[in-house]
């Protein structure tokens, strides 16, 4: 295995079927969220996947910690097969996947003190007590930018930005070989955001953090990946370096993607002109009587920029929205 | 004559836990075809300021302890009776929100809803309603509006039901329009179309259009006046151009910078060291100075930092406070 392969997903499916009938139940149709999606993660590499909601990079992602088991294709991790892993042995992988949520409001137990939240998730890597425990709690809120003298505080009596910090810590505790960071940064002041953006960067370059991170702020995405996956309709249409995306984006969704960021410049706002896509994402059910989806396919247009053929995108937004009207 | 005049609006919470200063002195205008925007942090007291002059604070604990919002040159708002404010409200001013699911009923018919309006501020029939309805919907560009007008909103996406409430909003044809974080909950594709949407909308109204947003790129493109709030308090106000170009204030400039979009990549983002300060302390002086990490030289410490005219559309908030250095922050960090 060479270090290219930390993590390959290799056309990963997750499908959900749709039923009629409540007791003979018929397969009327399937949401094909993840369609055929082909990845390869080298370690210490932060890729950032974007596309709007109902793209299926949320179920990509739970499709990858096996919290969701693939319909078809098969993930790797460090040359490990999980898809074809049982059951219990799912359960043990999951060490290796933590995630970070967009709320640091929800996601963190409002009835647990900081150290008893980081302390946990310490102990499911190395069995620590006591004063040990609390030795490696107090160096992980170093870590991640905290005084160790708040941990005996509750989450309602931290910030915003404060809680996503201790959220990251606790992601960080099980020392996880893959991060996914599901917008960790959507629902922050821009003040905080650049904060937490900082403190991703210095840790993915410290720590040799292997990271996905999941957002629709293209923005954002491009300031912290080293590599960007735009998503649509459950397949990967451009995948890139962060760079040759922004600056050549090739596909016609990721333009059109781009060209719908706010620019903080009043004069560049007015006389640019926008690809407005038409209508809505469309909807990623598809029925059995619906003609077959052809094969997801990329295509190498510049050394490990992969673009997917425009043609069917623009056919499918088109039926799409003939269907709409 | 501006459409809308506010003087030293003033809104506190008195809370259990003491006083919360949430609106201090804030004074600002708004023309007729005009967009404001209004940006802060979480907390900076925008929505607090146009929630007061609609009369959509909880009294108590809020109260308005002074000021006036003279719209269109006769009505007070802050003097109304909340009688006053219901005739006004949904019809010279409409209001639309951030989140399109918890703000429409999701047991009522979308037609109910667009209405309402209708039947409340011109008593129209029923009928002539439903049809005002539809139109209304179609010029928010949804398409077999006299179908869907019948549907409940849990059958829209999200992008739909903004347009949804934007036709509820727009229906009366108001003079105002306050948009509180229209696309925060949207993707951007669709945020785009909002905009493009509500601009739209507004040029066909003439109406006057207060965006509330912590988007510094949303307000670029779509404001033609900026006011920046901090702790309660206008820091800075004036064209974007002014605000973009020649911001003045320490706490404008610290925002600029910190937008990752104009970051560079690999190198560290300016942030904005310590936190807004705690509102139910009085502040008398310069609530920048406060902030950990912020450098100030003592002069306001004590006495408000007055309102200073850069330019015929531009004034700042006295100050003198110094940003750190970026390597400053990053230590901080």
């Given at each position: 295995m060479s270090a290219e392969d930390f993590l390959v997903l290799e056309n990963v499916k997750t499908f959900f079927p749709i039923t009629k009938g409540l007791i003979l139940k018929r397969k009327i149709g399937e949401v094909r969220a993840v369609d055929g999606v082909s990845l390869r993660l080298r370690k210490g590499e932060i890729i950032g996947l974007v596309g709007e909601s109902g793209c299926g990079k949320t179920t990509l992602s739970r499709t990858i910690m096996q919290l969701q088991r693939a319909t078809g294709g098969r993930i790797f991790l460090e040359g490990r097969e999980l898809t074809a892993l049982a059951d219990e042995a799912v359960r043990k992988q999951r060490i290796n996947f933590q995630m970070i949520f967009q709320?640091?409001?929800?996601?963190?137990?409002?009835?647990?003190?900081?150290?008893?939240?980081?302390?946990?998730?310490?102990?499911?890597?190395r069995r620590l007590t006591g004063k040990t425990l609390l030795a490696a709690v107090a160096e992980l809120m170093e870590t991640v930018g905290l005084s160790p003298s708040l941990m005996r505080k509750y989450p309602h009596e931290f910030s915003g930005g404060q809680r996503q910090r201790i959220a990251i810590a606790r992601a960080l505790a099980p020392q996880p070989k893959l991060i996914l960071a599901d917008e960790p940064v959507s629902a922050l002041d821009v003040s905080i955001q650049s904060q937490i953006l900082n403190l991703l960067t210095r840790l993915a370059k410290e720590m040799e953090l292997t990271m996905i991170f999941i957002s629709h702020d293209l923005s954002v995405v491009k300031y912290i990946s080293d590599r960007i996956a735009v998503m649509y309709l459950g397949r990967l249409v451009e995948l890139g370096p962060a760079e040759a995306v922004m600056a050549d984006p090739q596909h016609p969704y990721t333009r059109a993607l781009i060209s719908a960021i706010p620019v903080p410049d009043p004069k560049v706002e007015r006389s640019r002109k926008r690809i407005v896509l038409e209508g809505d994402p469309p909807s990623p059910m598809f029925l059995v009587s619906d003609p077959p989806r052809s094969e997801a396919a990329l295509e190498e247009v510049a050394p490990g920029h992969f673009v997917a053929d425009p043609e069917s995108f623009l056919n499918e937004r088109k039926a799409h929205a003939a269907v709409v009207a | 004559m501006p459409l809308l005049q506010v003087d030293d609006l003033t809104t506190y919470f008195h809370t259990r836990n003491g006083t919360v200063r949430a609106v201090e002195g804030v004074s600002f205008h708004v023309h007729r075809g005009e967009t404001l925007g209004i940006v802060g942090e979480s907390g900076s007291g925008k929505s607090v300021t146009c929630y007061s002059m609609l009369g959509l604070i909880p009294m108590p604990p809020g109260r308005i302890e002074r000021g006036r919002a003279l719209f269109d040159g006769k009505t007070d708002l802050l003097g109304c009776t909340p009688k006053e404010l219901q005739r006004i409200r949904g019809k010279r001013i409409s209001m639309i929100f951030q989140d399109p699911m918890t703000s429409l009923n999701p047991y009522l018919k979308v037609s109910t809803q667009i209405m309402e309006p209708l039947q409340l501020h011109e008593k129209v029939t029923k009928k002539e309603g439903l049809r005002r309805a539809i139109a209304a919907l179609e010029e928010v560009g949804i398409t077999e509006a006299s179908r869907r007008v019948h549907f409940y909103p849990h059958e829209f996406s999200g992008g739909m039901r903004q347009r949804v409430m934007i036709a509820m909003a727009m229906i009366t044809q108001p003079d105002l329009l306050i948009a509180d974080e229209p696309t925060t909950a949207l993707d951007v594709t669709v945020q785009a179309q909002i905009l493009e949407l509500i601009r739209m909308r507004q040029a066909a109204n003439k109406s006057a259009v207060i965006l509330i947003t912590h988007d510094l790129g949303v307000v670029a493109g779509m404001c033609d006046r900026i006011n920046v709030m901090y702790a309660g308090r206008l820091v800075e106000t004036g064209t974007a151009e002014d605000i973009f170009e020649r911001a003045r204030h320490p706490y404008t400039i610290a925002l600029k910078r910190s937008i990752p979009s104009l970051g560079q990549k690999g190198k560290p983002l300016y942030t904005i060291p310590g936190l807004p300060p705690d509102l139910s302390k009085p502040i008398p002086g310069d609530a920048f100075a406060l902030r950990k990490g912020i450098r100030s030289g003592g002069k306001y410490a004590n006495v408000a930092p007055p309102l200073e005219q850069v330019s015929e559309t531009h004034w700042v908030r006295a100050s003198d406070c110094e940003l750190p250095s970026l390597e400053e922050v990053l230590n901080e960090c």
């Open positions: 709320d640091p409001y929800a996601s963190l137990n409002p009835r647990m003190t900081v150290s008893d939240t980081l302390g946990e998730a310490i102990r499911t890597r | -």
